[in-house]
């Protein structure tokens, strides 16, 4: 169920910067009162919003979802009441201004990850640009977030919800309601129609549409004139550096615990990642490896509750993260390295109390407080739902990587498909294993957060690295000092081929293999075949001829190698490209120009900008990895000095690779099962 209301244009930034602050308060921020408010009410296992001010008439929306449709008056009751209570009796000012220091910290420190920071801001002005505003309008913060800073001591954000979420006439309630079946019947139905519509065509009006279809797949499949191509500019392989950048790392070694540190300039920002690799870990395990990390930070502790530990990290840091992390070992495809990172981020001057929080998360975080887990727990299972639909590509590309890879099948167990069936039980089945739940986040958090087996990563300059050094020693206090060195878990992995069964309309199809266990090894020019492969065969043959909207190859320095399609039409006719691409390689031609364009197609990736975290991130992953500054220079040289001849040379990489024949695929249960001979086992995605 959702209730959405028109909030105001996007060429008043005042407002849409108010709103983006009232979404996180309302209903983004660990403890939000409308959220909290729904979900003590049982509407719903998962409460989220949105702000949307990339339209002239921006929307803001709240979101139960898998509620009962019979909830939805008490839906519109607990949002009324909620609302009208808080506007009577205020909103917490410390959670408001909290919302907007971390809103402005996200502004100052600019990090769009991999996306340039310019694009970012021409894709931002376009919010004002395009109804006629100024397409400064929306980069411009400064003064905006001073009124607000001032807009608490007064009922300005209180004055908001009651013009625009109370009184608002301008809003809808839309209501998605799944219906099991549906999607086989509306295919049945589609078929029906097409059955009437061609015995309702003359032999003539058959002909003209099969002449149609078949002029349509000659143009697919007709090369774009070599005049027209070289109308587009195009760089030189001289504009490229040939010389790999180089991050700067000193080792350095605080009470026996190595320390990365990344001399870099922050602007005053200091950045820390605690790795701590997981030693000892049963496979039964794992899950809750996966689970801890979720929760901490979202949990209350000895000093906090969880809603006020939220507001102290937003009010003094930038961010504190808890996720799982994977390093494979180059050239190796079973080594790898699983661990927990904790990730914060403070300007310098704050760095004590970023210290300090940290170590409160790490050791004082109270796991028994049954009713938050329990949401915690629902809100899991959502997020994952939504994600594996949006990204299935992901999802089967890493569960067939799992039927072979040892790290694939870690991941699996803390981010993919097993995680979510661990998550989906733990949800379904948490009065009667709350406790045991509990105990098993207990011992695995026991066996983790040990300083013997810890790495830090630092990113800043000196000052900031003095600032983490100077109270680091603070942080270890409390820490347990025994460590586990036991190695890591066996798995039996097999070839399971699974068809993942969803209501969806489409497909996401992938095929992956390792090469190194074929006996090949990795070199650079297979980055340049994942130009080709992505951008041009799949490309055509999966995107402009088989109707998919994407598809994309990976080649990785374990060996692992997947093909994947993104929201496909087909099944068996997707895995035949793949199957059929050795051919296409082996018999690969392309002149001076088209390879310069695969080459500085594939630098794109390599060279992409980063940020000072970034880097200091690529870094840690390098030196997780047995990285080194010439294994980078090496991969580099072979790219830049790729030929048609080093791609032929690769078509029986790509046929033994195929040969191996791990598949999985996500998608349409009526599809699945009309192909199931295919499959060695059909399973059900959600439960």
Known sequence: ISYNAVVGTSLDPKLNFSFDVLEHVLLGAEGAPLKKALLEAGIGKDVFGSYDNSILQPVFTIVSKDADMDQIDDFHKVINDTLQALVEKGIDKKLILSTINTLEFRLREADF???????????????????????????????????????????????????????NPHSSTVIVKPEKGLSAKREEEIKKELREYKASLSTEELQRLIEQTQKLKEFQSEPTPQEDLEKIPLLSLKDINPKAEQIPQEEKEISGIKILHHPLFTNHITYLNFLFPLYGIREEEIPYVGLLARILGKVSTEMYPYEELAKEINLSTGGIHVQTSLYGKSGDSKAYTPTVSMRGKALTEHV????????????????????????????????????????????????????????????????????????????????????????????VAQKIFCPSNMIVAVTGETKEYEAFATHFDQFLQGLPDKSE????????????????????????????????????????????????????????????????????????????????????????????????????????????????KYIIGTMSRVDFPLSPSNKGEQALAYYMSGMTPEMIQKEREQILNTTEKDIRNLADLLKDTMEQNYICVVGNENKLQQEKEIFDELVDLFQ
């Open 352 to 443: 004590p109390t970023l210290l300090s929080l940290m170590g409160e998360i790490i050791k004082g975080t109270k796991y028994e407080g049954n009713s938050r887990l329990k949401d915690l727990i629902a809100e899991t299972k959502s997020r994952l739902e939504m994600g594996m639909m949006s990204q299935g590509h992901t999802v089967a590309a890493n569960r067939a990587e799992s039927y072979f890879s040892p790290m694939a099948y870690y991941q699996e167990l803390t981010q993919g498909i097993s995680y979510y069936q661990f998550i989906a039980n733990m949800d379904q089945e948490f009065e009667s294993k709350k406790d045991e739940i509990v105990r098993n986040l207990q011992a």
């Open 113 to 167: 990850g991999h996306r340039p920071k310019g694009l970012t801001y021409n894709i931002l002005s376009l919010n004002s640009w395009l109804y006629d505003g100024d397409p400064m309008m929306h980069l411009e913060y400064e003064q905006i977030l001073e009124d607000l800073k001032l807009a608490t001591q007064t009922s300005y954000f209180e004055d908001l919800i009651q013009r625009y979420l109370l009184g």
């Open 485 to 596: 060195q036991v190695l890591q878990p066996e798995f039996a992995l097999q070839a399971k081929n699974e068809g993942i069964l969803t209501s969806g309309k489409i497909q996401y199809v992938a095929k992956a293999g390792n090469f190194i266990d074929s006996g090949y090894q990795y070199t650079g020019t297979l980055q340049v075949l994942r130009t080709i492969a992505s951008l041009d065969y799949l490309w055509k043959a999966v995107r402009v001829s088989g109707g998919a909207y994407g598809c994309m190859a990976g080649f990785s320095r374990t060996g692992s190698l997947y093909f994947a399609s993104y929201r496909d039409p087909n099944l068996v006719e997707t895995l035949k490209v793949y199957d059929q691409m050795d051919n296409y390689i082996r018999n690969f031609t392309a002149d001076e120009r088209e390879m310069t």
